[in-house]
């Protein structure tokens, strides 16, 4: 079983910067493409950054591209988001996701689909102020 835990979340001033982590366990982490989603209150869930099993390439929404910087490490089973230079339209829950195809070659035409995903945690709340 899939298990995800988020961590690093908090509250921080627009301009400033916040690390998020993300643990997982119950899988071949370095088979599987990785993903982070966020959500804010009334809004669908939306693909924020990916990162490809083997980590050398990586995708962002527009929203985020020049800013956010996703890496993993395959020997501690962990990828991370680095953010910066935050915006208060960044504040919402961030999630990581494991993509439930393993060595896949297609994560770079699919990578914004979240049923594509799995291994959904409890997620990690970011705010924004301004």
């Not at 979340?9 to 982490?29: D, E, I, K, M, N």
């Not at 993903?35 to 939306?46: I, K």
């Not at 929404?61 to 020049?66: C, G, Q, R």
Request: aromatic fraction near 12%; hydrophobic fraction near 30%; include cysteine.
């Amino acid at each position: 079983q899939v298990q995800l835990v988020e961590s690093g979340g908090g509250v921080v001033q627009a301009g400033g910067s916040l690390r998020l982590s993300c643990a997982a366990s119950g899988l071949t982490f370095s088979s599987h493409a990785m993903g982070w989603f966020r959500q804010a209150p009334g809004m669908e869930r939306e693909f924020v950054a990916g990162i490809s099993w083997r980590g050398g390439e990586s995708y962002y929404s527009d929203a985020v591209k020049d800013r956010f910087a996703v890496t993993r490490d395959n020997v501690k089973n962990t990828v991370s988001l680095q953010m910066n230079s935050l915006k208060p339209e960044d504040t919402g829950v961030y999630y990581c996701a494991a993509y439930r195809t393993p060595n896949s070659q297609f994560y770079d035409s699919n990578y914004k689909n979240h049923l594509a995903y799995e291994g959904w945690g409890q997620g990690t709340q970011v705010t924004v102020s301004s």
